[in-house]
């Protein structure tokens, strides 16, 4: 495609209930990133693939969060026993190979726990 | 620790003014600073990257200024219209790490026409 796409945009879960976000990057960009982004800040790291290995996992905020990208293109955060802290809006961003672009950011998923 | 402060938290210009956004960084690995551009529901947008061997950058109306010595950088948005408005973040990284992207909190800029 010609950005990244992330799936679905809006997503209202009861706290509790598990959640599932897809992000399809941009084609050929082998690193994939996910941030969260609370209202009114700016987004904060949480994870980042090259390929199908994830390479950096230290923003998780939690062992609730989980990530992968098993063929190195679509990945899915996965969220368990949302809380309602956990709402925030999550972005995922892709970066060509190379040192000469910044990331490209999808549209992002609003998350909110009710 | 927040790595990136940015300044001021939001800003009201007129039409054909100069938009200024300050950021400073602690991390001296930082080998990246870009600035993106964020509508309401929408995704960050790249507006324009610097590295450090570069003291200064401009691409159309928008110019990033670098001082290395002093670990600042900032924005600046010339002939502003109120199409520029928009939240504008300053962010950094390293590629050593990955070239995951610490940002500032953010500078709300509003135009008026």
């Known amino acids: 495609g010609a950005g990244v796409s992330q799936s679905p945009r809006y997503k209202v879960a009861k706290r509790g209930q598990d959640v599932a976000l897809r992000c399809d990057p941009i084609?050929?960009?082998?690193?994939l990133f996910w941030y969260q982004q609370a209202l009114g800040q700016g987004p904060e790291f949480l994870t980042y693939f090259q390929n199908e290995a994830q390479l950096d996992k230290s923003g998780l905020p939690s062992d609730r969060f989980f990530a992968e990208r098993p063929e190195g293109s679509v990945s899915t955060l996965k969220i368990q026993r949302t809380q309602q802290e956990d709402s925030a809006v999550y972005l995922c961003?892709?970066?060509?190979?190379?040192?000469?672009?910044?990331?490209?950011f999808g549209q992002g998923t609003r998350l909110t726990v009710v | 620790q927040q790595q990136v402060k940015q300044s001021p938290q939001s800003l009201i210009v007129q039409k054909g003014g100069i938009s200024i956004i300050n950021c400073a960084y602690e991390?001296?690995?930082?080998?990246?600073f870009p600035w993106y551009q964020q509508f309401p529901g929408k995704g960050p947008a790249l507006l324009i990257a610097i590295r450090p061997d570069v003291s200064e950058k401009k691409e159309g109306r928008f110019t990033i200024s670098f001082n290395k010595s002093a670990k600042q950088f900032s924005l600046h948005i010339m002939d502003s219209q109120p199409g520029d408005s928009a939240t504008y973040f300053c962010?950094?990284?390293?590629?050593?790490?990955?070239?995951?992207?610490?940002f500032g909190g953010g500078t709300r800029v509003l135009v008026k026409p």
């Open positions: 961003a892709s970066r060509p190979p190379g040192t000469s672009q910044g990331a490209f």
């Open positions: 084609s050929g960009h082998v690193s």
């Open positions: 962010a950094a990284s390293n590629k050593a790490a990955g070239n995951k992207l610490t």
């Open positions: 991390n001296t690995a930082f080998d990246y």
